[in-house]
């Protein structure tokens, strides 16, 4: 598809559509979706979640301002399709928006229908290995929870890379936070896991063979916590996060 008639197209629909962030249009028979420049940052309570407890899940994204959070996340792109990994493909950039080739269906969608079937337990695997194949080539994601995944002609896609960290923070920690993060969504979604099998299929695409023992290590510091969840008064008042997180200790606490 020539640039220009894709610039012109890009350019109509973020007129008419000047309140949205993130939203699709069409040349032709192809889709396409356009995500506008946006500030990025955590707040200062996150800020000092993290410098009390150094929980690599609390690790705060690095503050962006518009401009920069859209060059670093488009650049980020172009980077990673180089490199093989399966992303969006970057097909134009403005100083208020980047175009990408649409990469099709929601992977929280499919799960939430099949979760148990064959087809759904084949993309659990695939879901942790892809993860995998990224941390590989010493990469992170950022946002790592399930709707940020798509598929399409059989291939899982990675979606959404705005969010950037301080580079004083070890890459491990940034990887074990996407574990992390992955493993919650799917847990709070109330999805099937086989843990062991999930884990395993992400330490041998990554090569990460510390993964499971990081998982055990955060386990380590809830026991207080965990109790005091258990008692019934409180567990009927704690909300759905609080609760799978709960989940997924008792699972990890399996392996």
Sequence with gaps: MPEVEIEKAASEAA?????????SFAVGE????????????????????????????LVPVERQNAAEALQH????????AAGGIPVPKVVLVTEEYFVMEDNGTSL??????????ELSRRLYRELFETLGTLHFIG??????????????????????????FPETIPLQTLQFRDLFLLLFSLVKDRHPL?????IGRYMHSSGND??????????????TLEA???????????????KATYRMIQEIRKL
């Design 15 to 23: 007129r008419n559509a000047p309140e949205k962030e993130v939203f």
């Design 30 to 57: 192809k889709r396409y979706w356009i995500k506008r420049a946006r500030p990025t940052g955590s707040n200062l309570l996150h800020h000092a979640a993290w410098r009390v407890t150094k929980l690599p899940l």
């Design 73 to 80: 996340e488009s650049s980020k792109l172009r980077r990673l």
């Design 108 to 117: 929280r969608r499919i799960l939430r229908e099949g979760r148990e079937d």
């Design 139 to 164: 990469e992170y994601h950022g946002g790592s929870q399930l709707r940020n995944f798509n598929y399409r002609k059989g291939r899982i896609y990675f979606l959404d890379f705005e969010e950037k």
């Design 194 to 198: 086989d843990y062991s099998e999930v």
């Design 210 to 223: 510390w993964a499971v023992e990081e998982l055990k290590k955060l386990t380590e510091k809830t026991h």
């Design 228 to 242: 005091l969840v258990r008692f019934p008064p409180i567990w009927k008042i704690l909300d759905k996060d609080s």
